[in-house]
């Protein structure tokens, strides 16, 4: 096929028809450079997400809307990593071991140091007492999770669980994988995100497009790159024209979140970041030079601990603010200047903070330091 024809369905099936015998065999379990540097890009961004100041009052609509979500960037390198490693030789039962080692322990030893923390924060700063302190612990930990990004865990939790059938969804026809994702797509953006992203279920529902199309990407990865340039122009086109709608049209901020059966418009934001996905890897793959490279892949490293810490560091700085606001040393300010700085500073600080903290910890906690912290 000539590089300059725009590819075709029959094109790509043809090109399926080499994989259709051994779908789950066609690359070495070899890490990928660019998905280890788009990992680590995808951890800054929802580190960018949470770091938002003055939301709807003073920080620009538009850029919100880009840094918000996303985890439907992580979801599509963790489909991409399903195929591309575990796929190929699968045993379900120790697939599952690792991930609860690596995943669930973590987070369920965060998030007990986390209901302390809370527990301690609410007697000190909201002047409550420890009997409500603890009542309140308790509607933390009912919801599923204790810190606010959190919910991610029991939802991916899920998604492993149902590997088997990712598994049997690599080995359909291509038409028929496809279709799926494509069906789940349109699901997608009509039912949102839960509320509070508290409906497990619904969250699986919403973010297993992204991960069918990780696993499409690393089943086709060859031809995928080799005509690029076409899903390249989709994807500006994509993330410019959603963010125009979203931003300057509609005026909605950050993600969609509602009841799954409830009306709630189309979700901008699901196929924003599904453009997102394909520009991410192009970036990682052409323009990122050999010192940002190495920073990413050490990012990449740790990407699970700085996602399980990052909100303790955030509670420091979210506490302190709010002493200070109400002992009157600093005065609210909704300027898009002050909004920016102030941003930024809140990222620097919960990123690189929890950077600091994860490099004191490895050493102290040793072959412990994945159980617990998850790097």
């Given amino acids: 096929m000539n590089l300059t024809q725009k590819p075709t369905l029959i094109d790509i099936t ?5 994989h ?18 788009m990992r680590g890009l995808a951890i800054i961004l929802i580190v960018l997400g949470h770091s938002v100041i003055n939301t709807n009052d003073g920080f620009p609509l538009w850029l919100e809307n880009i840094v918000r979500g996303g985890t439907g960037v992580f979801v599509f390198i963790s489909g991409f990593f399903f195929h591309h490693v575990f796929a190929q030789r699968f045993d379900y ?3 599952m071991s690792k991930k609860i080692l690596n995943v669930l322990v973590p987070f369920l030893v965060v998030s007990a140091f986390a209901v302390v923390m809370n527990f301690i924060v609410f007697i000190l700063v909201d002047r409550v007492s420890a009997f409500k302190a603890a009542e ?8 599923g999770y204790v810190l606010f990004p959190h919910w991610y865990i029991p939802f991916i939790i899920v998604t492993f669980l149902c590997s088997r059938l990712h598994l049997r969804y690599l080995q359909l026809p291509l038409f028929t994988q496809l279709s799926i994702l494509i069906l789940f797509a349109i699901i997608s953006v009509v039912v949102h995100r839960p509320h509070g992203n508290v409906n497990v279920l619904q969250s699986v529902v919403y973010f297993t497009p992204f991960y069918l199309a990780g696993m499409l990407y690393s089943l086709h990865r060859g031809w995928m790159k080799k005509h690029y340039r076409y ?3 989709a994807a500006v086109f994509t993330v410019i024209s959603t963010v125009w709608l979203q931003s300057g049209l509609l005026l909605h901020v950050g993600g969609y979140h509602k009841a799954a059966f409830e009306w709630g418009g189309i979700d901008l934001q699901f196929i924003q970041k ?23 892949t050490m990012l990449a490293s740790i990407s699970f601990a700085i996602f399980f810490l990052h909100p303790l560091i955030s509670m420091i700085w979210g506490n302190a603010t709010y002493l200070l606001l109400n002992a009157g040393y600093i005065e609210p300010n909704t300027t898009v200047l ?4 102030s941003s930024l500073a809140l990222f620097v600080f919960q990123f690189y903070g929890s ?21």
């Fill in 355 to 375: 950077v600091w903290l994860i490099g004191k910890l490895q050493p102290m906690l040793g072959a412990r330091s994945r159980l617990l912290i998850g790097a």
């Fill in 231 to 233: 899903f390249f122009a």
């Fill in 274 to 296: 599904m453009g997102l996905c394909i520009l991410f890897i192009g970036f990682c793959s052409h323009l990122v030079g050999p010192a940002l490279g190495k920073h990413l």
């Fill in 93 to 95: 039962r120790r697939f």
């Fill in 14 to 18: 043809e090109q399926a028809a080499k």
């Fill in 338 to 341: 002050y909004s920016l700085i």
């Fill in 20 to 37: 259709a015998s051994t779908p789950t065999k066609t690359h070495s379990t070899t890490r990928l450079t660019e998905f280890e540097y």
């Fill in 136 to 143: 309140m612990c308790w509607h933390l930990m009912k919801q």
